[in-house]
């Protein structure tokens, strides 16, 4: 059996790669559906939002048929790797990836859509390129937002277990996260062990959805104070 | 110099408006829904049109016929929008620095300094917008679109968050603004008054397309025999400030004299003044015991009437046009060449800078 300290640190190299991926494509998605018209922008929306919807495990299984030879994106990861990216700490990541999208995408939507878009209208007209007015308007207005978005999506990485063990597994020291190890001491009678993966969770999950509430509350009053005044 | 020709189709909305603004400021009024801001967002590139063309200063920033369209960015026109949009994140002086510092340098005709002086902003460069009042607010708003040095400036009903006071003095912020850089300004507004005294040029929209494009009194004219679309006729008066008491103070205009509200002005300043033609009275013989402070005697040139209203126009000194029923007239009995007596409230007169 692994020890608990480098469990959590696999759970966060994890979940770290994980975030890592959905803050950019989050945040691509996000400002599509918040500032954008286009076709396809519902079909989008349910496609980002399906992981919400269903179990896991079919996330999971999904992923794996995607990751495996014989799909395009499979043989991709295998000419890059070497060998097949399923049952792999890659994929865990990308499954805790896929899992976390949705929450990051509505964090990151609603965090946009408290931004006035007139303001970027103005910044384009004193000649700021889409780029620029994105990251020297849009996301100074809205860093509060997308720091609690990628931190509700941080927690949602490190607590993934379904997808995870059905595409990359439950090895210990390779793909073995604290949600997965929990499984195997309790499946194994191991319950003291079994408690102090638990707590570890607990604790940070309070800890993250504290300081993800504690950032939202700040933002809308921030907002509010500056809407009253004007 | 700018010339367009503009068209959307879309449901329920038909846009088709042309024309041309020269160095002068052209004033663009209407009811709301008309058009305005349409025709704004189209100049600064926030909104594509289905057809047509912009040109500035000989360049094609749009032509659908060519395929072109400049995106906003590479246009260099300043907007100055109705609450000002500042960036709440940024001070005063990095909010007049966000578009200076993306004009090249070769480009840049105006000094920052010069128009942070221009507006009286010195002060405040520390400040963030939250710290600012409405009037700083639109001052600052000015500055950052100057800023840019722009080849056109266009404001989006600039003043219809503040109150009179505020609005008086933003208008003169802005006719310094022209009077020193003399870049071609479109004005946007649902309020007449607030226009006259700056614009050189009046574009009338109404459901989509120009009524008309005048001086802005003569335009103003079409207007009110239009009927619906401008609320009323005003008289536009160049005067000059006379003797203030506490409660009044006196203009003269040409040979007479009027009395309006307290104005905070020396005299001898040169002023606009702006009377509704519906806010007077119009009298067959001279009224005494009255409590109107304005009572001026004249003759009548003319008598027209249009959609139901009746116009009369007085001869006092200046001329000045009154609005009555088809009922009044034939009840009092005037006609062309009468003498009348022309009554209005001082309170019914608005002063402006001229």
Redesign the interface.
């Known amino acids: 059996m692994s020890s608990d300290a480098s469990i959590i640190v696999l759970s966060f190299q994890i979940a770290l790669v994980a975030t890592g991926v959905t803050l950019p494509v989050g945040m691509l998605i996000a400002w599509l559906l918040a500032r954008k018209q286009f076709h396809g922008k519902f079909a989008l929306d349910v496609f980002v939002s399906l992981p919400l919807a269903l179990p896991p495990v079919v996330v999971g299984y999904a992923l794996l048929w995607l990751v495996g030879t014989h799909s395009w994106f499979g043989s991709l990861g295998e000419s890059v790797f070497g060998s097949t990216l399923a049952f792999t700490w890659i994929a865990a990541a990308l499954a805790a990836a896929v899992v976390s999208l949705p929450l990051v995408v509505r964090s990151f939507t609603a965090a946009l859509a408290g931004v006035?878009p007139?303001?970027e209208?103005?910044?384009?007209?004193?000649?700021?390129?889409s780029f620029?007015t994105f990251f020297?308007?849009t996301l100074?207005?809205a860093y509060r937002g997308v720091i609690a978005g990628a931190l509700l999506g941080f927690v949602r990485a490190l607590s993934e277990f379904g997808a995870t063990i059905v595409v990359a597994g439950n090895i210990p020291g390779r793909t073995q996260t604290i949600p997965a190890a929990i499984f195997t001491r309790i499946s194994a009678g191991d319950s003291d062990a079994a408690w102090r993966l638990t707590i570890v969770s607990i604790l940070l999950g309070v800890m993250a959805l504290a300081t993800h509430n504690w950032l939202l509350k700040l933002s809308s009053t921030v907002s509010r104070?500056?809407s009253e005044?004007? | 110099m700018i010339s367009f020709d503009l068209r959307i189709d879309r449901r329920g909305f038909s846009f088709d408006v042309s024309g041309q603004f020269d160095e002068g400021v052209t004033a663009v009024f209407g009811p709301s829904g008309a058009g305005k801001t349409t025709l704004l967002n189209c100049l600064a590139g926030s909104m594509r049109p289905d057809s047509g063309s912009i040109e500035i200063d000989g360049e094609n920033v749009y032509s659908s016929a060519d395929g072109i369209w400049v995106r906003p960015e590479k246009r260099r026109i300043g907007t100055v929008y109705q609450d000002g949009a500042l960036f709440p994140h940024l001070s005063v002086r990095r909010n007049i620095d966000f578009g200076w510092k993306l004009v090249p340098a070769e480009q840049r005709r105006l000094d920052p300094l010069e128009i942070v002086e221009l507006l009286g902003l010195s002060d405040l460069l520390e400040r963030m917008p939250s710290e600012l009042s409405g009037g700083e607010r639109q001052r600052v708003a000015i500055a950052r679109a100057l800023a840019i040095s722009p080849r056109l400036f266009l404001l989006d009903e600039p003043l219809a968050s503040l109150d009179v006071a505020r609005k008086g003095s933003i208008l003169n912020y802005l006719k310094r603004v022209h009077d020193e850089f003399k870049i071609p300004m479109v004005y946007v507004s649902h309020s007449v008054t607030e226009v006259v005294s700056i614009a050189s040029h009046a574009m009338l929209i109404r459901d989509g397309s120009v009524l008309g494009f005048d001086r802005p009194s003569a335009l103003l004219l079409t207007a009110a025999l239009d009927g619906s679309s401008v609320e009323r006729f005003e008289n536009i008066l160049h005067g000059v400030v006379g003797e203030s008491t506490d409660q009044l103070t006196t203009i003269e205009i040409d040979r007479i004299s009027i009395s309006t509200r307290h104005q905070n002005k020396n005299p001898g300043e040169k002023v606009v003044v702006s009377l509704g033609a519906n806010q007077i009275i119009l009298a067959p013989s001279e009224p005494n015991q009255l409590s109107a402070r304005n009572v001026l005697k004249g003759r009548v040139k003319e008598i027209w009437s249009s959609n139901g209203k009746v116009f009369a126009e007085v001869d006092v000194g200046p001329e000045i046009i009154v609005e009555l029923t088809e009922s009044a007239l034939n009840e009092l009995g005037i006609s062309v060449r009468s003498d009348v007596f022309l009554i209005f409230k001082s309170s019914s007169v608005d002063v402006f800078d001229a």
């Open positions: 006035d007139r303001l209208v103005a910044a384009r007209g004193l000649g700021s390129g620029r020297t308007i100074p207005l104070d500056s005044v004007g």
